[in-house]
Structures are given as structure tokens and as C-alpha cells.
């Protein structure tokens, strides 16, 4: 019988006489094998000490559970900076400089998952229970910077050490912290209520992940077009095959087909994916529950890519009150509130609204519109465009008059755009449907579009607009462009898939591809909020180091560098990144016009408004 503890777990052996043994929580030294084979012990001895190291590796402390009180105070400490009592947390960093409340707060650093970040040039370390105590494999990707270099490994703490590293500063062996660190004023209650909420932070995999399988899923909302419906579908399908054609399970006999890092060989980190597509159906208002059925039915990690023309509102609701990523979902119009678990690719045709006022007002007075006459579609995407616009131009003194267009009537588009006068500008609402609708002649001194809404630059524009038609584009110019997605294309075409609608398709691509590189990166660290934590790490650097190895291979096949002009992206967008609670990686806008060739050329700088 091994000695026993308080804290140790009890289990089965299949020994001789079915004995129980307790294992404590650390093996006494004196019991280590090598020490019993120098003292000549038995053959039997030895196989039930090396069952007993077995039990430890695997063997999880029973400890008592946490009261849930206790904890929701560890986590008011971790998050909000707040005791016990309602009182702010203080600290002193570098011994002097005071930091209390919310920018006290362990998250400020550490992060929401407690799985750390990079600061500059300073790696703060992972402090959830597994990390902290040393119970299993605890191993994570820190600062890409420095050859993808791993958390540093220490002994374990207990709540006494870890005590003192929160108060004065003093790691487990001892030695001074880094001052950047501060020195909490904690009392043994809110101590002890914080040691528990780390104890349990990021302990568990999130829902939707198992040993063998991460599960995805797509939200397409209806009315979408079946033909945009279809290409996203089959584009997702496309890389989940080869995906897990290419991925081998742990044990798995058959050689790998595809590279993987260093760490995720050897520690058999890599999943198989599992692919659900959740369809809607009626009204937004119904959205809601749909999607909670969708999720008890089966959980899933992620809502990754989604399409939907009219509002996303529901979806990012249902995310924010799931906790679940919504990744880069293609949607006209992202809710404009920045919730740490929905990212998108920019703030769509609000970011537009505002880039376009943002041009005008670079202009000289008297280059300025007098008046705006937008004509919307009549739907949520529409109105909120034309609402924003509108906002926008309140401080410049342009008046702006609303007109919705008559769907479906050839001749209600035109009758919109009466009465427009020729120092009069004009900004369409609309969609690529809408505007072969267009009449031949516009009495307005200029008209723009919505890029966003209109899905990119090829629209047929009556050529009698060409002299006077501007284009607000949240996309690289075309001339760009291509370079830029030279990947994209080349997959496309490898894989025997036809492009019907570039925005969006190249907008799934990199989610895809995106998606893949940062699962990659957390290993084991399956963790929603450690997603999301990755990709505000990661893009930036990872468009910055992809499209120069991108610029190479152009090289390599002859094509010169100047014909796609400087790269600084390897997406549709001109500038992709993230920083700490960023929510939209795209950030500005340009004003097309119609160059001699009748192709768009940029008629501004880019704008960040």
C-alpha cells in the first residue's frame, strides 16, 4: 500500500489480492523505480511501481470542487479588477507605478483563456491550473517571432508559491518576476477565491472538440442567391475533404501526406474536421432559436465563413451569448458593436458611409456635392447604409435626401432618379441585380456605388455614366488584385472550381486557410476564447510573411513584381490585422473611378476613416 494523502485520488490496480491503493499527489522520491532496483527489490515490485508512475501521468487530482461562489469572485479579480468586497484591485508595477481596477486586471495580460500573449518584447506565460500546477502536458505556442518558441517549462506551483509570485513577486524557484508584473494587494480570501478560478480556467476543451474531431459549422441565412449559396458550399466541402484526407489521427499507420509543425508530431495534436451547414429559415426574429436547436443537436466549436444579404444580427447575438467564435463571416453589414467573439472582414457598408464622407470632406468646398440623393434598396442593409451616410455628412452641411427603389419594376429605378440635378451627387444602395436596371442617362454631376453591396467593380454601367460613375471599394484595386490572390485562383482552378462570385469566394479561401494555420498554432489549447486570441496575434504577421513568399513565386514564374504593384496582402483587401479587441480586420476604403482603358483605377488614397 503506497502512503496515503488527503488529496489523492483512489483507483483499481489489477494487482494479485485487488488491493486499493490511494495515489498521493507527488511521488515520494524514495519510491522512484531506479531507487528500487539499486535496493534489489522483486520483479513484482517493480511492475507495480511502474504501474503507479502509469496512474500518475494520466491520473487527474481529485481535490475538492470549487465552491461556484468562490469561483465567479476568481473570476470578477481575473477580468474586472474587482474584490470581494466591491473594491477596486490594486497592484504596484515597477515597484512604484499603481494600477488598479479593469487595468489591474490579470486578463489585461494574461488574456480571457489565461493561455498568455505576446507584449512587444515580452512573453507573458500561461497561468490557467494546468500551466500554474503542472498537472499533464502543458505546452503552447508563444511569439511566432522567435521561431514559434513554446511557454517557458517550471516546476508546479502550489497555492502557497503561487501565492507569493501574486503578492511579492517571486516565481517558484525564487527568483524576481518581471516588474511589468504587478504586486497585488490580495487578502487569503480573494487569494484563495482567485487560485480557484485559475485552477479551473481553460481546464476543459470547449464544446465540439474530442481526441479525434474538431466540429465546424456555416450559417447561410435565406434569400441568399442559390448560385452564391452553391459556391460557398462547395468551396467549404472542397477543403474539409482534403483536409482530413491529408490528417493522421494518433496511432494512425499510414505515413503523413502533409507537413506539420514540430510540435503538433509530437505531441498528435492534429483533428479531423466535421463539417455541419446550418440552413435558415423565416424570419431574423426566428434566427435565435434555430440556431440553439442547431447547437444541442450537435456542438460545435465555431461558426466559420456564413453568408446572409440582409441582417447578421441574430447570429452575432447568439455567438456573444454562446461564447462561440464567429469567424470572418461575408456579410454586407456586421453588427457594429466590436464583441470579443465576432470577427469580420471589415464594418462593410457602414465602413464604406463613412469613407466617402471622409473623401468629400479632403475636398474643397466647393467641390463638395451640394446635395446627396441615395437610392436604397428596401431592406435592413440598404437602410442602415443610407442612415450612416446620412451621419456622416451632418458635420460637412451636405444635405441628404433617402429614396427607396422599386424592386422588380424596369421602370422604378429610373423614376428614382428623377428630379436629380446636375450639382447633385448621387450614391446607389444597391445590388448587382439592381443596376442593370440603370437608365441610360443621369442628370447628376456624379454617381457612386456600393462595392460592398454590388460585389466588386464588374457591373455593367451604362456607358453614358462612365465619365461621371465612382465606385466606394472596400477591395484592392484591380490591378493589384490579382497578385494578390494568385494563390486563391490557382486553387480554384486546381480543384476544378469555377468563380462566380470573387468577393466572397476569395473571402472563404482565406477563412479556410486562416482557420487552419491557427488551430494549428493553439496544439491541444482547445479553447474558444484561445482562437480568437491567436488571430489578433497572428494575422498581421502572417500577411506580412505570406505575401512576400508570395511575391517570390510570382518571380519564380516570370511575372514581374511592378506589374501587380507592392503586396502587402495575400486577400482581396489591400491591408489585413488585429490588434488586442480589434474586431474588423479591414479597415478603410477606396474611391474608383472609370480610367481611359473603361477600367476602375483608384481615385483616392486609401482611406481609414
Known amino acids: 500500500r503506497a502512503s496515503i494523502e488527503p488529496a489523492g485520488c483512489i483507483i483499481f490496480l489489477p494487482l494479485r489480492a485487488k488491493p486499493i491503493f490511494t495515489i498521493p499527489p507527488a511521488p515520494p522520491v524514495e519510491t522512484t523505480l531506479t531507487s528500487r532496483v539499486a535496493a534489489g527489490h522483486s520483479l513484482y515490485a517493480l511492475v507495480f511501481l511502474a504501474l503507479l508512475n502509469l496512474a500518475w501521468s494520466s491520473v487527474v487530482r481529485c481535490e475538492t470542487p470549487a465552491d461556484p461562489t468562490e469561483v465567479e469572485i476568481g473570476r470578477r479579480i481575473y477580468q474586472e479588477g474587482m474584490l470581494s468586497d466591491g473594491s477596486a484591485l490594486t497592484g504596484l508595477r515597477f515597484g512604484q507605478d499603481k494600477v488598479e481596477g479593469v487595468q489591474a486586471a490579470c486578463m489585461s495580460c494574461h488574456r480571457l483563456s489565461g493561455l498568455g500573449a505576446v507584449e512587444g518584447d515580452l512573453q507573458v506565460s500561461p497561468i490557467t491550473g494546468k500551466f500554474l500546477y503542472g498537472s499533464g502536458r502543458a505546452v503552447a505556442i508563444m511569439d511566432p517571432r522567435s521561431g514559434k518558441r513554446f511557454n517557458r517549462r517550471h516546476a508546479g506551483y502550489s497555492d502557497a508559491t503561487l501565492a507569493v509570485a501574486i503578492r511579492a513577486g517571486k516565481n517558484v524557484e525564487g527568483a524576481e518576476m518581471n516588474p511589468m508584473m504587478p504586486r497585488y494587494e490580495l487578502g487569503e480570501r480573494d487569494m484563495h477565491c482567485l487560485t480557484a478560478y485559475l485552477k479551473q480556467l481553460s481546464a476543459h476543451w470547449s464544446p465540439g472538440v474530442d481526441a479525434n474531431v474538431i466540429h465546424f459549422a456555416t450559417v447561410i441565412a435565406p434569400g441568399v442567391s442559390e448560385e452564391r449559396r452553391q459556391a460557398l458550399v462547395n468551396q467549404l466541402q472542397t477543403v474539409v475533404k482534403l483536409k482530413n484526407n491529408s490528417t493522421r489521427l494518433k496511432n494512425d499507420p499510414r505515413g503523413r501526406r502533409h507537413m506539420v509543425s514540430a510540435a503538433e508530431f509530437v505531441l498528435g495534436t492534429e483533428r479531423k474536421w466535421e463539417w455541419h451547414f446550418w440552413e435558415l429559415t423565416g424570419g431574423p426574429e426566428t434566427w435565435g432559436e434555430q440556431l440553439r436547436r442547431f447547437q444541442q443537436q450537435q456542438p460545435v466549436f465555431a461558426l466559420i465563413s456564413g453568408l446572409s444579404e440582409t441582417t447578421w444580427q441574430p447570429v452575432h447575438e447568439f455567438c456573444r451569448s454562446e461564447e462561440m467564435p464567429c469567424w470572418f463571416p461575408s456579410v454586407d453589414l456586421p453588427p457594429l458593436e466590436e464583441e470579443f467573439h465576432s470577427v469580420y472582414f471589415s464594418r462593410g457598408v457602414a465602413l464604406e458611409a463613412d469613407a466617402l464622407a471622409h473623401y468629400w470632406a479632403s475636398l474643397p468646398p466647393a467641390a463638395r456635392p451640394r446635395r446627396v440623393v441615395q437610392i436604397r434598396r428596401d431592406d435592413p442593409i440598404g437602410e442602415a447604409a443610407a442612415d450612416a451616410l446620412e451621419r456622416a455628412l451632418k458635420p460637412l452641411r451636405i444635405a441628404a435626401e433617402n429614396r427607396v427603389a422599386p424592386s422588380g419594376d424596369a421602370n422604378g429605378l429610373a423614376g428614382a432618379l428623377q428630379g436629380v440635378k446636375a450639382g447633385e451627387a448621387v450614391m446607389l444602395w444597391l445590388r448587382r441585380a439592381d443596376l442593370v436596371r440603370l437608365p441610360d442617362r443621369v442628370s447628376a454631376a456624379k454617381i457612386y456605388w456600393s462595392g460592398q453591396m454590388a460585389g466588386g467593380e464588374e457591373v455593367l454601367v451604362p456607358a453614358r455614366w462612365k465619365a461621371k460613375a465612382y465606385l466606394v471599394s472596400p477591395y484592392e484595386v484591380p490591378e493589384k488584385r490579382s497578385g494578390n490572390l494568385m494563390l486563391f485562383h490557382d486553387w480554384m482552378q486546381r480543384f476544378g472550381l469555377k468563380v462566380v462570385d470573387e468577393p466572397l469566394q476569395a473571402q472563404a479561401f482565406f477563412a479556410m486557410d486562416f ?48 506589374e501587380f504593384g507592392h503586396n502587402e496582402s495575400t486577400t482581396i483587401y489591400p491591408h489585413m490585422g488585429l490588434g488586442v479587441g480589434q474586431r474588423y480586420a479591414s479597415k478603410g476604403a477606396y474611391i474608383l473611378r472609370f480610367g481611359p482603358s473603361g477600367k476602375p483605377v483608384a481615385d483616392s488614397e486609401w482611406i481609414v476613416p
Request: no cysteine.
Open 515 to 562: 482557420l487552419g494555420e491557427t488551430v494549428a498554432e493553439m496544439l491541444d489549447n482547445l479553447h474558444r476564447d484561445y482562437l480568437l486570441e491567436r488571430a489578433e496575434s497572428m494575422l498581421s504577421r502572417r500577411e506580412t510573411v505570406k505575401s512576400s513568399s508570395l511575391a517570390l513565386q510570382r518571380g519564380a514564374r516570370g511575372q514581374a513584381h511592378g
